[in-house]
C-alpha cells in the first residue's frame, strides 16, 4: 500500500521568499505523485503531478516539484511567495496499477505581508 | 464542463435524521470518490465507485453509511441516523485514469446538531 507523510503541519513564510513545503512517499510499486492545494471554503485543485516523464513537474502558480526516487520525496517549491498562496497544501500518491489515491495531513501555508 | 457538482453546499440537521448528499461527477470520468474532511482526522476516503460499482468501501465509518451510484451521472451518500460526530465536510471527487489525478467538487458542509 502506499502512503505519505507531509513533513510540517504549518509553514510560515515572508511575501516574497521561498516556499518550500515537504512531503515523502512510501510505495512498493512505482507511483504517481500529486500536490492540491485547498483554499477556504473550496474543495481540492491541482497543482501539479509526476506521472513518470520528467522528474521536475511544474505546475500552477509557478510552483515546481522534483520527484527523487533515491529520497523517495516530492517537495514543493516556489521561488517567490504571494500573500494569494496562502492557503492549505496537500501531498497525495497513487499506484500505477489502481487509482486509489491517498493523501497527507497537510501543510498550512501562511504568508506574512 | 462544469466541473463536479455537490449539492446541497450547507446542511444543517437534527441528530437521528437521514441525510443524503448528491454528486454529479464530470461526465466521462469512470471513477467517482466520497471523502470526508475534519480537523481532527483529515481527508479521509469513504468509498470509491469504478464505472458504477463500488471498489472499495472499507472507510465507510459504520452500517449508518451508504453510498450508490446508480448511474453513470449520479451517487448518493446517505447517512441514517446522523449523529454529532458526523459533522464534517464531505466531499466528492471523480478521476478518469490514475495519471490524471482528481476533480474535486466544492463539498457539502454537514452539522448535526
Known amino acids: 500500500a502506499q502512503s505519505v507523510t507531509q513533513l510540517g503541519s504549518h509553514v510560515s513564510v515572508s511575501e516574497g521568499a521561498l516556499v518550500l513545503l515537504r512531503c515523502n512517499y512510501s510505495s512498493s510499486v512505482p507511483p504517481y505523485l500529486f500536490w492540491y492545494v485547498q483554499y477556504p471554503n473550496q474543495g481540492l485543485q491541482l497543482l501539479l503531478k509526476y506521472t513518470s516523464a520528467a522528474t521536475l513537474v511544474k505546475g500552477i502558480n509557478d510552483f515546481e516539484a522534483e520527484f527523487k526516487k533515491s529520497e523517495t520525496s516530492f517537495h514543493l517549491t516556489k521561488p517567490s511567495a504571494h500573500m494569494s498562496d496562502a492557503a492549505e497544501y496537500f501531498c497525495a500518491v497513487s499506484a500505477r496499477n489502481n487509482n486509489d489515491m491517498r493523501f497527507g495531513a497537510g501543510t498550512r501555508l501562511t504568508v506574512k505581508p | 464542463d462544469a466541473g463536479v457538482i455537490q449539492s446541497p453546499r450547507h446542511e444543517v440537521t437534527e441528530m437521528g435524521q437521514e441525510v443524503t448528499l448528491r454528486c454529479k461527477p464530470i461526465?466521462?470520468?469512470?471513477?467517482l470518490f466520497w471523502y470526508r474532511q475534519t480537523m481532527m482526522r483529515g481527508l479521509e476516503l469513504l468509498i470509491y465507485?469504478?464505472?458504477?460499482?463500488?471498489?472499495?468501501d472499507s472507510g465507510m465509518p459504520e452500517d449508518r453509511f451508504s453510498a450508490k451510484m446508480p448511474n453513470a451521472s449520479f451517487s448518493t451518500l446517505k447517512i441514517q441516523p446522523s449523529e454529532p460526530r458526523d459533522s464534517a465536510v464531505y466531499f466528492c471527487?471523480?478521476?478518469?485514469?490514475?495519471?490524471?489525478?482528481?476533480?474535486f467538487g466544492s463539498g457539502t458542509r454537514l452539522t448535526v446538531v
Open positions: 465507485f469504478n464505472n458504477n460499482v463500488p471498489i472499495d
Open positions: 461526465s466521462g470520468h469512470d471513477y
Open positions: 471527487a471523480s478521476s478518469a485514469l490514475a495519471n490524471y489525478g482528481y476533480t
